[in-house]
């Protein structure tokens, strides 16, 4: 299929124009398609012959599908542990790790051959109660420090890339623009090189990484937090803490505007020439308008993607792809009641505007065209 490289969200590939539809419902590859026994290429394929690992967020309650497995098995070189590794899942009582959950899709990754991303090691949003009770009343590095240790020690063979840190920046916190969260209350802003200095005790040859959302589009808040994030990352190079990588959400929404691509190109390639790595970590697609046919919103999302992947994708300092999620029923983005109530009268038949369609497989596991944007991105990155 004939296919023209995107230079942005405005333009529309062939791959994505209603001609290639027909081409590529007709090859059996995208939605409404006959099923795809053999399939063109897998992500995970067409990713490694573009230097890259695809992966895919799970959550270890979706491997009792027997569908989702299929698709993962096919499609991901890497699996993300979608909640599982956070630390308010493996220690929700201090001493009592829960580990039955990672352990389950640390075997699934084993069993076929892959990796995991480590997602994450420290998380505002995922202190437990009692660590966040001690960490406020004066406790000690030592319960962050065992948290660390234990987690890289049981699932680090597994994994080459680890988010240390997760979302460390807060535009309009602090006038270092990092976040004002448990951990810094407790340790100052030093805490992010004390992690991943403790993380790479652990695991000295996983590439360690902070990862960051709202990075990607061209707003204030977004260039606000490009800019505090790319500090950081100075800062820590400088200091020689061992950061080796910088993650980008991607957690991309329709309904945000034009995406930066210019800025994310100069953004990626300041983190490369500070020595760093740069992943796409948890890419997904928030819909705005959910009351036309699916193929066409399966259209805009793709075309939305494509625009944001030729921004990114092409520089060497990638080094993953990940999305969050690979089949819409499984993602936590959510049609929610506000989404409804922007289209009176619609669904009163009782029909439903079904899942957001957002990430590359459909919620029968069949491929979309967003699917064929990863392929197409993968193929058009240049080769070293
Ligand atoms: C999300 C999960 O997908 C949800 O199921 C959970 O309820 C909350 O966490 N950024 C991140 C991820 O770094 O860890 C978040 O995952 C999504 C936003």
Redesign the pocket.
Known sequence: MPTKRPSNGSTTPDYLSRRGLIAGAAAGSLVGGPSWASPPATLAGAARAAGLRFGA?V?ASALDQPRLRDVLAREAATLTP??EL?WAALEPAAGRRHEAGADRIAAFARGHGKRLRG??LL?H?SVPDWAARELASGGGWDIVARHIDATVGRYGALVDEW?VV??PIEIGARPDGLRANAFIDAFGSDYIARALRAAHAAAPRARLFV?E?DLEYDLPAHRARRAALLRLATTLIERGVPLHGVGI?A?LDLGKGELATDELRGFVAALAALGLTVAVT?LDCKEVDYIRPADERDRLVAAHVAGFLAAVLPHPAISSASC?GLTDDQS?LEVTAADRARFPGAWADGSSPGFNRGLPFDAAGRPKAMRDALLAAFAARPRS
């Open positions: 967020a959550r979608e909640l956070k997602h994450t998380w949003r988010d997760n979302e990862n959302y959400q957690h948890e969050w936590w």
